[in-house]
């Protein structure tokens, strides 16, 4: 029997008694493809898990949660398949309605975006910050804020310098003490 202890919690579990030799060929597939996810979670350890998943974790770490999530975005050999799936954030703040980002005509660093509010939304919301993470050839930028609020319907920010040439842009927003989030949007720019 192995113990666990998580979130203050002792958990019995049994130990494995496989042994490392006796992995079928499908098990060996799985466990390069989630050595591969791993690796690109852990770029996140100090960033969106911490902040984000850590809080939105029951029961299991933010790190595995955040894993969890993001599995099902990559192919059987561990690359990325399909990058509109990754989720940087998770929450239980409503997204707005008819969200849109896109590059501007006039500046190529620039991203126009533009949403509108559930009519009943609380007024606190509206003070709800615009967050983003831009990636570009598998490189990922920091979590930075846009300096947009919810209450400003539409609006538009300019793109980190790095990664340059971005390729995906992730948004979402978060409450102004950063203790509740929406889920992530991908738009490819």
Not at 32 to 51: A, D, G, P
């Amino acid at each position: 029997m192995v113990f666990v202890q998580l979130d203050g919690e002792t958990y019995m579990r049994v130990a494995p008694t496989r042994k490392k030799n006796s992995w079928t060929p499908k098990q060996l597939l799985h466990r390069e493809r989630f050595k591969l996810v791993n690796s690109f979670c852990t770029q996140f350890r100090s960033s969106v898990i911490t902040l984000i998943w850590n809080l939105a974790a029951k029961k299991m770490a933010g790190y595995a949660l955040f894993l969890k999530t993001n599995m099902p975005a990559f192919a059987l050999d561990g690359s990325l398949a399909d990058p509109k799936m990754l989720q940087f954030s998770t929450g239980k703040l409503p997204m707005p309605q008819q969200f849109k980002a896109e590059r501007t005509a006039l500046d190529a660093n620039s991203i126009a975006v533009s949403w509108q509010n559930d009519p009943y939304l609380d007024a606190q919301r509206l003070t709800d910050e615009l967050m983003m993470i831009v990636t570009a050839n598998g490189k990922y930028s920091y979590l930075t804020a846009t300096g947009l609020v919810r209450g400003a319907l539409n609006s538009s920010f300019e793109l980190p310098a790095q990664p340059k040439a971005a390729t995906h842009i992730y948004l979402f927003f978060a409450s102004m003490d950063k203790k509740d989030y929406t889920g992530s949007v991908c738009f490819e720019i």
